[in-house]
């Protein structure tokens, strides 16, 4: 809701859309509109968060008294703390400024941009406390490259087509092959499948650097034994930006005790 002046319309329609976006509902309600039957819109279970430079329009009286028989919290984001608003709301969200930016005073400048970063920095903290996490986001992100982003699981991208591995009893030589087929990262399994180390092509250079006889060395004595991991229901965002720690080329998707997934051994980025 606003008053006070026009152009804080738009601002206060603005301070929805993060509230929105991240899963808390919300709507902008103009003041005269309230006054002439939008009330309808809000709930005993709702919270007003009210926009005004002076916190005394001739709105805000009949607007504050309705809302406090309905028995719903008032938290305004204000410029003067004596104003009828700020002394009958239940927490404050101080905004004043000095001066606008504007050379005369006049045009809502500073005060607009305090309130947008109080309405950010509110919504935030919302989320903050409902426990708002990025997969909560794909269900209301359904299009565009942001949903795609938060929809997208490793199980989508995931490189699944008899994926080669490695058993544990195996040697560098029979490693070689493999590592050049995908691109330097193979699985070493033992025979029930569970992943007990990952060879790159990094351990190989290794091994070739510091001793000649490397072809005939067991996998087991120049693989990682602490391979980085994805589950196939990991958000693919979230799993590439974890591939972001120098080194990493690869993640081994795995299912329940550290078993290869039955469809796929690694998602490459």
Known sequence: MLWDRPE?????????????????????????EALHGDLGTVGRDDVATLVSTSGDASEAGALIDYLTRLGVPIVPMVGSARSQLAERALVVLYCSVEDEACPMDLAPTSSTTTALAMGDALAIAVLQIEGFQPEDSAPLHPRGSLGRKLSIRVADIMISEAYPRVDLDATM???????????????IVDEDR?????????????????DPGFLDKPVAGGMTRSPKTATGEELGSAAVSRMEDPGVMAFLVIGGERRLSESCASMIR
């Open 8 to 32: 804080w319309q738009h601002r206060a329609q603005d301070r929805r859309d993060p509230h929105v976006d991240t899963g808390t509902p919300a709507v902008f309600l103009h003041p005269v």
């Open 173 to 187: 030589k029979d490693a070689i092959v493999p590592l050049a087929e995908m691109r330097g990262a193979v699985p």
């Open 194 to 210: 569970p992943i007990v180390g990952v060879i790159t092509a990094g351990d190989l250079t290794r091994l070739m650097e510091h």
